[in-house]
């Protein structure tokens, strides 16, 4: 871990609605991505205090940390943009293959923090519609992928932005995701998933159902209920663009209110000795939820064209995303996590 606890800027997150409890109770994947100097998944915050505004508003938009010239730890915003700002000067076929995805870094020469150009690999966060860049050394190829070991080959060709393929399955580096750095290449990640039980296969989706019923009534992790969605979901569903979308959010944003909702009338009705809900919904029942409330708000990727209605970045003071010392885009030393973990 590049931070701790310790340091984190309690006062940034209150202007996001936020006080310590509920940011320490946030899942372990997205305090551990906040640690390591990742971006957190997309997130909303219903309850952000906007400078000059007397009330508060909702803003959706992935976290990260950054330290400040005094040395103290900044809690950096990204929201959603509705346009792509070219802040690296890529050219148009170099932006064309990063949003395609055929290729997941630019070599780039940018200013870095010390006002002196180097050289930096510039990634395309599909969710928030930005371009990033990350310090060559930051980036670290996991040791094992399911299980299977990784070879010294494989390692360097997963950290040079290669397809790489373990058991059959292809995984690439993705340096904006808050779990692991790594992504399945599209194919498999869209199909429907086999049921054992009623209970999915997916340690993510798995996962997703506890943080789900155990109620998170304070902050709404969008991104998981939309994977959740999309395991629903037949080929075609454009995770990503259905996200840029803000009547699809605001849908998941109900539909994560009505789940908590029905949980807590379900954990009334009993409990164990260890006080833990006896009645929790099913998956089922939680994709059903979801469905309903988000599912016409989907967005089909060969299907739907056009510029799907963005939600603009909203100014909050302490957390806007700085410069680098000439004015240029800085480098992110983002670090995706290279230890032992399951997709």
């Not at 940011?23 to 390591?36: C, E, G, H, N, R």
Request: charged letters at 25%; a positive charge.
């Amino acid at each position: 871990m590049k931070y701790s606890k310790e340091q984190l800027p309690w006062q940034d997150f209150a202007v996001l609605g936020l006080d310590r409890p509920q940011v320490l109770s946030f899942p372990k994947s997205t305090i551990d991505a906040l640690l390591s100097g990742n971006r957190t998944s997309l997130m909303r915050f219903e309850n952000a205090k906007i400078p000059g505004m007397s009330s508060s508003y909702p803003i959706d938009g992935k976290l990260s940390l950054k330290k400040g010239t005094d040395g103290q730890l900044q809690l950096l915003i990204h929201p959603i943009n509705p346009e792509l700002k070219n802040n690296f000067e890529l050219s148009k076929s170099e932006l064309k293959y990063l949003e395609s995805g055929k290729m997941v870094f630019i070599p780039k020469l940018v200013t870095g923090e010390d006002g002196k150009l180097e050289e930096a690999l510039v990634a395309y966060d599909q969710v928030t519609n930005e371009l990033v860049a990350f310090k060559r050394e930051g980036l670290k190829a996991p040791n094992t992928i399911n299980g299977t070991k990784l070879t010294p080959q494989q390692q360097k060709d997963f950290v040079m932005g290669k397809s790489i393929t373990v058991n059959g399955d292809n995984y690439q580096i993705d340096p904006n995701n808050e779990t692991a750095g790594v992504k399945k290449q599209a194919g498999a990640i869209r199909e429907r998933p086999q049921t054992i039980n009623n209970k999915y296969r997916s340690p993510e989706l798995i996962m997703d159902i506890m943080l789900l019923t155990t109620g998170l009534g304070h902050y709404v992790l969008l991104w998981h209920l939309a994977k959740m969605l999309l395991h629903s979901r037949s080929l075609g569903f454009s995770l990503e663009k259905s996200l840029h979308n803000r009547s699809f959010r605001n849908s998941l944003a109900d539909a994560q209110k009505e789940i908590v909702q029905k949980q807590q009338e379900l954990s009334r009705q009993g409990v164990d000795k260890d006080g833990k809900a006896t009645k929790t919904l099913s998956m089922d029942e939680l994709i059903g939820i979801i469905e309903k409330k988000a599912g016409e708000h989907i967005v089909i990727d060969k299907i739907e064209s056009g510029k799907q209605e963005a939600a603009g970045g909203q100014s909050v003071a302490v957390i806007q995303k700085k410069e680098g010392p000439s004015g240029g885009p800085s480098i992110r030393d983002e670090e995706p996590r290279s230890r032992s973990f399951k997709v």
